[in-house]
Protein backbone atom coordinates (compact mmCIF):
# COMPACT_ATOMS: atom_id res chain seq x y z
CA UNK A 1 0.00 0.00 0.00
CA UNK A 2 1.10 3.01 -1.04
CA UNK A 3 2.53 6.11 1.56
CA UNK A 4 -0.86 8.18 2.00
CA UNK A 5 0.53 10.95 2.88
CA UNK A 6 2.69 11.56 -0.37
CA UNK A 7 1.13 14.63 -2.61
CA UNK A 8 -0.34 12.26 -5.76
CA UNK A 9 0.82 12.85 -8.57
CA UNK A 10 -2.01 14.72 -10.76
CA UNK A 11 -3.31 18.70 -11.50
CA UNK A 12 -5.33 18.52 -7.93
CA UNK A 13 -3.34 16.95 -6.12
CA UNK A 14 -2.99 20.06 -3.96
CA UNK A 15 -6.53 20.18 -3.21
CA UNK A 16 -8.60 18.08 -0.46
CA UNK A 17 -12.19 16.54 -0.81
CA UNK A 18 -14.64 15.04 1.85
CA UNK A 19 -17.00 12.44 0.20
CA UNK A 20 -20.54 12.07 1.81
CA UNK A 21 -22.82 10.07 0.65
CA UNK A 22 -23.33 6.17 -1.11
CA UNK A 23 -23.59 4.21 -3.94
CA UNK A 24 -23.04 5.92 -7.62
CA UNK A 25 -23.51 9.43 -8.23
CA UNK A 26 -21.69 11.82 -5.52
CA UNK A 27 -18.90 8.82 -4.80
CA UNK A 28 -18.06 8.53 -9.01
CA UNK A 29 -17.31 12.26 -8.67
CA UNK A 30 -15.02 11.53 -5.65
CA UNK A 31 -13.54 8.82 -7.79
CA UNK A 32 -12.99 11.11 -10.82
CA UNK A 33 -11.36 14.35 -8.59
CA UNK A 34 -9.36 11.30 -7.11
CA UNK A 35 -7.77 10.31 -10.62
CA UNK A 36 -6.69 13.30 -11.03
CA UNK A 37 -4.44 13.80 -7.95
CA UNK A 38 -6.62 15.19 -5.07
CA UNK A 39 -6.96 13.68 -1.58
CA UNK A 40 -10.91 12.15 -1.16
CA UNK A 41 -11.63 11.50 2.59
CA UNK A 42 -14.75 8.97 2.66
CA UNK A 43 -16.65 9.17 5.30
CA UNK A 44 -18.88 6.26 5.89
CA UNK A 45 -21.74 4.40 8.39
CA UNK A 46 -19.66 2.47 11.07
CA UNK A 47 -20.36 -1.07 10.48
CA UNK A 48 -21.24 -1.24 7.22
CA UNK A 49 -20.37 1.66 5.00
CA UNK A 50 -20.87 2.51 1.17
CA UNK A 51 -23.66 -0.24 -0.13
CA UNK A 52 -21.41 -0.37 -2.88
CA UNK A 53 -19.11 -2.34 -1.07
CA UNK A 54 -21.73 -5.36 -1.74
CA UNK A 55 -22.70 -4.59 -5.64
CA UNK A 56 -21.63 -6.11 -8.11
CA UNK A 57 -20.75 -9.42 -6.35
CA UNK A 58 -18.81 -12.14 -8.16
CA UNK A 59 -17.80 -16.14 -7.19
CA UNK A 60 -15.95 -17.44 -6.54
CA UNK A 61 -15.16 -14.05 -4.08
CA UNK A 62 -18.35 -13.09 -2.81
CA UNK A 63 -17.09 -9.01 -2.55
CA UNK A 64 -17.76 -6.29 -5.44
CA UNK A 65 -15.70 -5.99 -7.90
CA UNK A 66 -17.11 -2.73 -7.86
CA UNK A 67 -15.58 -1.35 -5.18
CA UNK A 68 -12.32 -1.56 -5.72
CA UNK A 69 -13.12 1.15 -8.62
CA UNK A 70 -15.24 3.59 -7.69
CA UNK A 71 -13.77 3.82 -4.49
CA UNK A 72 -10.08 3.98 -5.69
CA UNK A 73 -7.64 6.56 -4.52
CA UNK A 74 -9.89 7.39 -1.76
CA UNK A 75 -9.21 7.23 2.31
CA UNK A 76 -12.59 5.23 4.17
CA UNK A 77 -13.17 6.95 7.81
CA UNK A 78 -15.89 6.03 9.61
CA UNK A 79 -18.71 8.49 10.81
CA UNK A 80 -22.06 8.22 12.16
CA UNK A 81 -23.46 12.10 11.20
CA UNK A 82 -26.42 11.11 12.47
CA UNK A 83 -25.03 11.70 16.15
CA UNK A 84 -24.24 14.75 17.43
CA UNK A 85 -20.82 13.78 17.79
CA UNK A 86 -20.16 12.70 14.34
CA UNK A 87 -21.47 15.96 12.62
CA UNK A 88 -18.76 17.77 14.69
CA UNK A 89 -16.31 16.08 13.63
CA UNK A 90 -17.31 16.29 9.97
CA UNK A 91 -17.52 20.01 10.60
CA UNK A 92 -13.84 19.82 11.94
CA UNK A 93 -12.93 17.59 8.81
CA UNK A 94 -14.50 20.31 6.27
CA UNK A 95 -13.19 23.38 7.89
CA UNK A 96 -9.59 21.59 6.28
CA UNK A 97 -11.09 20.49 3.47
CA UNK A 98 -11.60 22.35 -0.35
CA UNK A 99 -14.59 20.48 -1.93
CA UNK A 100 -17.47 18.32 -0.05
CA UNK A 101 -19.38 16.12 -2.57
CA UNK A 102 -22.31 14.75 -1.10
CA UNK A 103 -25.71 12.62 -2.78
CA UNK A 104 -27.94 13.08 0.08
CA UNK A 105 -31.60 13.63 -0.44
CA UNK A 106 -32.08 17.66 -0.07
CA UNK A 107 -32.68 19.20 3.36
CA UNK A 108 -30.38 16.10 5.09
CA UNK A 109 -27.11 17.84 5.46
CA UNK A 110 -29.32 20.71 6.85
CA UNK A 111 -30.90 18.50 9.37
CA UNK A 112 -27.22 17.10 10.51
CA UNK A 113 -26.24 21.28 10.81
CA UNK A 114 -23.85 20.67 8.46
CA UNK A 115 -25.90 23.40 5.94
CA UNK A 116 -23.35 25.36 3.68
CA UNK A 117 -23.77 28.68 5.57
CA UNK A 118 -22.72 26.50 8.78
CA UNK A 119 -19.49 24.98 6.80
CA UNK A 120 -18.43 28.31 4.82
CA UNK A 121 -18.62 30.47 8.01
CA UNK A 122 -14.75 28.91 8.65
CA UNK A 123 -13.80 28.36 5.29
CA UNK A 124 -15.17 30.84 2.70
CA UNK A 125 -13.60 29.22 -0.21
CA UNK A 126 -15.52 25.90 0.35
CA UNK A 127 -17.03 24.04 -2.54
CA UNK A 128 -20.13 22.57 -1.86
CA UNK A 129 -20.96 19.58 -4.62
CA UNK A 130 -24.57 18.62 -4.31
CA UNK A 131 -25.09 15.17 -6.63
CA UNK A 132 -29.23 14.41 -6.27
CA UNK A 133 -32.06 12.91 -8.71
CA UNK A 134 -33.81 16.67 -9.41
CA UNK A 135 -32.20 18.93 -7.94
CA UNK A 136 -32.03 21.36 -4.83
CA UNK A 137 -34.67 23.29 -5.57
CA UNK A 138 -38.36 22.83 -7.50
CA UNK A 139 -41.38 20.69 -6.59
CA UNK A 140 -39.60 17.54 -7.13
CA UNK A 141 -36.68 18.21 -5.31
CA UNK A 142 -37.36 16.07 -1.96
CA UNK A 143 -38.61 12.61 -3.98
CA UNK A 144 -36.15 10.14 -3.84
CA UNK A 145 -34.41 9.85 -7.05
CA UNK A 146 -32.34 7.31 -8.64
CA UNK A 147 -30.22 6.92 -11.77
CA UNK A 148 -32.69 5.14 -13.53
CA UNK A 149 -35.56 7.41 -13.03
CA UNK A 150 -33.42 10.35 -14.09
CA UNK A 151 -32.77 8.67 -17.32
CA UNK A 152 -36.65 8.32 -17.47
CA UNK A 153 -37.32 11.94 -17.33
CA UNK A 154 -34.18 13.53 -18.69
CA UNK A 155 -35.65 11.65 -22.14
CA UNK A 156 -32.70 8.90 -23.11
CA UNK A 157 -34.81 5.55 -21.80
CA UNK A 158 -37.89 6.95 -24.69
CA UNK A 159 -35.53 7.01 -27.11
CA UNK A 160 -33.62 3.74 -26.12
CA UNK A 161 -34.37 0.30 -27.92
CA UNK A 162 -36.51 -1.37 -30.53
CA UNK A 163 -39.63 0.15 -32.39
CA UNK A 164 -42.55 -1.64 -30.91
CA UNK A 165 -41.01 -2.70 -27.67
CA UNK A 166 -40.64 -0.77 -24.41
CA UNK A 167 -38.06 1.65 -23.24
CA UNK A 168 -34.58 0.07 -22.97
CA UNK A 169 -31.67 0.64 -20.72
CA UNK A 170 -27.84 0.86 -21.17
CA UNK A 171 -25.99 -2.02 -19.37
CA UNK A 172 -24.29 0.27 -17.22
CA UNK A 173 -25.60 3.28 -14.63
CA UNK A 174 -25.65 5.77 -17.27
CA UNK A 175 -27.60 8.79 -15.60
CA UNK A 176 -25.65 8.48 -12.09
CA UNK A 177 -22.38 8.62 -13.87
CA UNK A 178 -23.20 11.35 -16.52
CA UNK A 179 -24.47 13.36 -13.62
CA UNK A 180 -20.80 12.84 -11.63
CA UNK A 181 -19.27 14.09 -14.49
CA UNK A 182 -21.55 17.05 -14.55
CA UNK A 183 -20.60 17.65 -11.14
CA UNK A 184 -17.07 17.29 -11.50
CA UNK A 185 -17.56 19.85 -14.36
CA UNK A 186 -19.24 22.54 -11.88
CA UNK A 187 -16.44 21.50 -9.20
CA UNK A 188 -13.96 22.28 -11.31
CA UNK A 189 -15.43 25.47 -12.66
CA UNK A 190 -15.98 26.84 -8.91
CA UNK A 191 -12.49 26.19 -8.14
CA UNK A 192 -11.15 28.62 -11.26
CA UNK A 193 -13.84 31.28 -9.75
CA UNK A 194 -12.51 30.78 -6.49
CA UNK A 195 -8.99 31.49 -7.72
CA UNK A 196 -9.95 34.83 -8.57
CA UNK A 197 -12.93 35.88 -6.16
CA UNK A 198 -11.33 33.60 -2.56
CA UNK A 199 -15.01 32.65 -2.46
CA UNK A 200 -16.34 29.13 -2.63
CA UNK A 201 -19.94 28.13 -4.03
CA UNK A 202 -22.46 25.55 -4.05
CA UNK A 203 -22.63 23.51 -7.11
CA UNK A 204 -26.14 21.77 -7.75
CA UNK A 205 -26.28 18.64 -10.26
CA UNK A 206 -29.25 17.12 -11.05
CA UNK A 207 -29.60 13.81 -12.44
CA UNK A 208 -32.40 14.22 -15.04
CA UNK A 209 -30.75 17.56 -16.32
CA UNK A 210 -27.68 15.86 -16.72
CA UNK A 211 -29.04 13.27 -18.82
CA UNK A 212 -31.34 16.18 -20.37
CA UNK A 213 -27.80 18.04 -21.48
CA UNK A 214 -27.00 14.79 -23.75
CA UNK A 215 -29.84 14.91 -25.61
CA UNK A 216 -29.15 16.99 -28.68
CA UNK A 217 -31.38 18.71 -30.53
CA UNK A 218 -34.81 16.92 -29.04
CA UNK A 219 -36.40 19.85 -27.87
CA UNK A 220 -36.61 22.09 -30.34
CA UNK A 221 -37.52 19.34 -32.62
CA UNK A 222 -40.78 18.73 -30.51
CA UNK A 223 -41.07 23.20 -29.72
CA UNK A 224 -40.30 24.16 -33.45
CA UNK A 225 -41.96 21.33 -35.35
CA UNK A 226 -43.87 18.97 -33.13
CA UNK A 227 -41.17 16.02 -33.67
CA UNK A 228 -40.82 13.58 -31.91
CA UNK A 229 -38.07 11.30 -31.17
CA UNK A 230 -39.14 7.26 -31.01
CA UNK A 231 -37.18 4.75 -30.44
CA UNK A 232 -34.59 3.35 -33.27
CA UNK A 233 -33.12 0.57 -32.17
CA UNK A 234 -29.51 0.62 -33.55
CA UNK A 235 -30.05 3.26 -35.84
CA UNK A 236 -30.67 6.96 -35.46
CA UNK A 237 -33.24 8.69 -37.75
CA UNK A 238 -31.93 9.83 -40.88
CA UNK A 239 -28.23 8.71 -40.50
CA UNK A 240 -27.03 6.54 -42.78
CA UNK A 241 -25.39 4.50 -43.22
CA UNK A 242 -24.84 4.31 -39.36
CA UNK A 243 -25.19 0.65 -38.24
CA UNK A 244 -24.20 -3.22 -37.10
CA UNK A 245 -23.74 -5.25 -40.12
CA UNK A 246 -23.00 -9.14 -39.90
CA UNK A 247 -19.84 -10.66 -41.74
CA UNK A 248 -19.20 -14.16 -42.90
CA UNK A 249 -18.19 -15.82 -39.90
CA UNK A 250 -21.02 -14.55 -37.76
CA UNK A 251 -19.44 -11.19 -36.01
CA UNK A 252 -20.65 -7.96 -35.95
CA UNK A 253 -19.16 -4.95 -37.45
CA UNK A 254 -20.17 -1.12 -36.87
CA UNK A 255 -19.53 1.09 -39.87
CA UNK A 256 -20.23 5.08 -39.70
CA UNK A 257 -20.09 6.41 -42.89
CA UNK A 258 -22.57 8.81 -43.10
CA UNK A 259 -20.86 12.00 -44.26
CA UNK A 260 -20.94 12.47 -47.77
CA UNK A 261 -17.22 12.25 -48.44
CA UNK A 262 -16.74 9.00 -46.12
CA UNK A 263 -19.65 7.27 -48.01
CA UNK A 264 -18.01 7.74 -51.25
CA UNK A 265 -15.34 6.11 -49.96
CA UNK A 266 -17.54 3.08 -48.72
CA UNK A 267 -18.82 2.70 -51.89
CA UNK A 268 -15.50 2.56 -53.85
CA UNK A 269 -14.56 0.22 -50.79
CA UNK A 270 -17.30 -2.59 -51.69
CA UNK A 271 -16.86 -2.39 -55.13
CA UNK A 272 -19.66 -0.32 -56.47
CA UNK A 273 -18.88 3.37 -56.95
CA UNK A 274 -21.85 4.31 -58.51
CA UNK A 275 -23.94 4.51 -55.36
CA UNK A 276 -22.31 7.22 -54.43
CA UNK A 277 -23.60 9.13 -57.52
CA UNK A 278 -26.91 7.90 -57.48
CA UNK A 279 -30.20 10.25 -56.57
CA UNK A 280 -30.92 8.33 -53.30
CA UNK A 281 -27.77 8.05 -52.21
CA UNK A 282 -26.05 11.08 -53.36
CA UNK A 283 -27.03 13.63 -49.82
CA UNK A 284 -26.96 13.27 -46.30
CA UNK A 285 -30.59 13.25 -46.42
CA UNK A 286 -31.96 11.03 -49.25
CA UNK A 287 -29.70 8.14 -47.42
CA UNK A 288 -31.65 8.90 -44.53
CA UNK A 289 -34.80 8.64 -46.24
CA UNK A 290 -33.58 5.14 -48.31
CA UNK A 291 -31.92 4.36 -45.33
CA UNK A 292 -33.58 0.97 -45.35
CA UNK A 293 -32.31 -0.24 -48.87
CA UNK A 294 -28.88 0.78 -47.98
CA UNK A 295 -28.33 -1.27 -45.47
CA UNK A 296 -29.71 -3.84 -47.15
CA UNK A 297 -26.92 -3.65 -50.02
CA UNK A 298 -24.41 -2.72 -47.35
CA UNK A 299 -25.31 -5.92 -45.43
CA UNK A 300 -25.16 -8.52 -48.63
CA UNK A 301 -21.53 -6.95 -49.11
CA UNK A 302 -20.28 -7.33 -45.74
CA UNK A 303 -22.02 -10.92 -45.29
CA UNK A 304 -19.28 -11.93 -47.85
CA UNK A 305 -15.93 -10.74 -45.57
CA UNK A 306 -14.75 -12.30 -42.49
CA UNK A 307 -15.20 -9.48 -40.01
CA UNK A 308 -10.61 -9.33 -40.32
CA UNK A 309 -10.96 -9.04 -43.88
CA UNK A 310 -13.76 -6.36 -43.82
CA UNK A 311 -12.25 -4.19 -41.07
CA UNK A 312 -8.63 -4.14 -43.44
CA UNK A 313 -10.53 -3.33 -46.37
CA UNK A 314 -12.29 -0.08 -44.59
CA UNK A 315 -9.82 0.83 -42.62
CA UNK A 316 -7.55 1.20 -45.65
CA UNK A 317 -10.82 3.25 -47.40
CA UNK A 318 -10.64 5.37 -44.63
CA UNK A 319 -13.95 4.54 -43.20
CA UNK A 320 -14.96 4.56 -39.67
CA UNK A 321 -15.51 0.97 -38.32
CA UNK A 322 -14.43 -1.01 -35.59
CA UNK A 323 -15.89 -4.73 -33.50
CA UNK A 324 -18.72 -4.45 -31.07
CA UNK A 325 -15.84 -4.73 -28.25
CA UNK A 326 -16.26 -6.96 -24.90
CA UNK A 327 -14.51 -7.29 -21.91
CA UNK A 328 -12.62 -10.22 -23.62
CA UNK A 329 -11.86 -8.07 -26.66
CA UNK A 330 -10.21 -5.03 -24.68
CA UNK A 331 -7.90 -7.17 -22.77
CA UNK A 332 -5.74 -8.90 -25.91
CA UNK A 333 -6.36 -5.29 -28.51
CA UNK A 334 -3.53 -3.60 -28.91
CA UNK A 335 -4.44 -0.24 -28.91
CA UNK A 336 -5.89 -0.60 -25.17
CA UNK A 337 -2.27 -2.03 -24.49
CA UNK A 338 -0.56 0.53 -25.70
CA UNK A 339 -2.96 3.27 -24.46
CA UNK A 340 -2.31 1.87 -21.26
CA UNK A 341 -5.98 2.01 -21.11
CA UNK A 342 -6.70 -1.09 -18.66
CA UNK A 343 -4.44 -0.60 -15.68
CA UNK A 344 -3.43 -3.56 -13.02
CA UNK A 345 -2.92 -3.42 -9.06
CA UNK A 346 -2.15 -4.61 -6.42
CA UNK A 347 -5.30 -6.04 -4.10
CA UNK A 348 -5.76 -7.94 -0.60
CA UNK A 349 -7.78 -10.25 -1.85
CA UNK A 350 -8.05 -10.90 -5.35
CA UNK A 351 -4.79 -10.67 -5.89
CA UNK A 352 -4.29 -8.29 -8.87
CA UNK A 353 -7.27 -6.84 -10.13
CA UNK A 354 -7.92 -4.95 -13.63
CA UNK A 355 -9.78 -1.98 -14.03
CA UNK A 356 -10.10 1.35 -16.50
CA UNK A 357 -7.05 3.89 -16.21
CA UNK A 358 -7.71 7.45 -15.97
CA UNK A 359 -8.56 9.76 -18.22
CA UNK A 360 -8.17 12.00 -20.26
CA UNK A 361 -4.42 11.97 -19.87
CA UNK A 362 -2.08 14.99 -19.47
CA UNK A 363 1.28 15.79 -20.59
CA UNK A 364 2.50 17.50 -17.36
CA UNK A 365 0.41 16.38 -14.60
CA UNK A 366 -1.05 12.97 -15.52
CA UNK A 367 -3.82 11.46 -12.86
CA UNK A 368 -3.22 7.74 -11.36
CA UNK A 369 -4.79 5.32 -9.86
CA UNK A 370 -2.59 4.84 -6.82
CA UNK A 371 -5.04 1.95 -4.76
CA UNK A 372 -8.19 0.23 -5.08
CA UNK A 373 -10.54 1.02 -2.64
CA UNK A 374 -9.69 0.82 0.82
CA UNK A 375 -11.53 -1.41 3.62
CA UNK A 376 -14.19 0.22 5.88
CA UNK A 377 -12.29 2.59 8.32
CA UNK A 378 -8.50 1.97 7.28
CA UNK A 379 -7.42 5.26 7.71
CA UNK A 380 -9.29 6.32 10.97
CA UNK A 381 -6.44 6.85 12.88
CA UNK A 382 -4.67 8.57 9.97
CA UNK A 383 -6.98 10.85 9.47
CA UNK A 384 -7.93 11.60 12.84
CA UNK A 385 -5.34 11.07 14.64
CA UNK A 386 -2.43 13.23 11.83
CA UNK A 387 -5.44 15.84 10.33
CA UNK A 388 -7.53 16.25 13.66
CA UNK A 389 -5.09 15.33 16.22
CA UNK A 390 -7.24 12.78 17.85
CA UNK A 391 -5.16 10.61 20.54
CA UNK A 392 -5.83 6.71 20.16
CA UNK A 393 -7.87 6.89 23.45
CA UNK A 394 -9.94 9.46 22.01
CA UNK A 395 -10.59 7.42 18.76
CA UNK A 396 -11.13 4.04 20.66
CA UNK A 397 -13.87 6.28 23.03
CA UNK A 398 -15.65 7.16 19.46
CA UNK A 399 -15.52 3.51 18.26
CA UNK A 400 -17.22 2.25 21.11
CA UNK A 401 -19.76 5.00 21.35
CA UNK A 402 -20.54 3.99 17.69
CA UNK A 403 -19.51 7.34 15.96
CA UNK A 404 -16.91 5.52 14.53
Known amino acids: MPDLHTPAPGPLADLRVIEMGQLLAGPFCGQLLGD ?58 IARADIVVENFRPGTLERWGLDYDTLRAGNPGLILTRVTGYGQTGPYSPRAGYGSIGEAMGGIRYTTGEPGHPPARTGISLGDSLAAVFATIGTLAALHHRRNSGRGQVVDAAIYEAVLAMMESLLPEWGITDYQRERTGPVLPNVSPSNVYGTAGGD ?153
Open 36 to 93: LGAEVIKLESPGRGDPMREWGREKPYGRSLWWPVVARNKKSVTCNLRTPAGQQLARDL
Open 252 to 404: MVLIAANQDTVFTRLAKAMGQPELADAQRFATHSSRGEHMAELDDIIGEWTTTLSADELLATLHEAGVPAGRIFTARDMFADPHFAAREAIVRLAHPEFGEIPMQNVFPKFSETPGSVRHPGPELGEHNADVYGTLLGLDAGRIAELTRSGVL
